[in-house]
C-alpha cells in the first residue's frame, strides 16, 4: 500500500474533515474512498460505459431489500425486423 500526503488549504481541508465526519468515517477511509470511486470512474470511462455508471451500480449495494421486477416470458422472434 502507498501513502499520500497532500498538503490543502485550510478551508478545503475542515470541509473534508466534516464530510468524512458526517458520514462516521475516518478521513483516511473517506479520501480513499473518494479517490477509488474516481479511478473507477476513468477506468468505465475509458472501456466505454457512461459517465455516473458506478455511482449508479454501486447505488444498489446497500439496498439488501431490493427485488428484480418479474420478466415477462420471452417470446420467439423470426428476424430482427419482427416486432
Known sequence: MSIITLD???RIADT???A???SKKPLSVWVLER???AASEDIA????YPRGYWKLFSSMEENLDFEAPVREPL????TLNET
Do not use: M, S, T
Open 75 to 78: 417470446r420467439a422472434i423470426a
Open 16 to 18: 473534508l474533515a466534516r
Open 45 to 48: 470511462l475509458a472501456n466505454g
Open 20 to 22: 468524512a465526519e458526517a
Open 35 to 37: 479517490l477509488n470511486a
Open 8 to 10: 490543502l488549504e485550510d
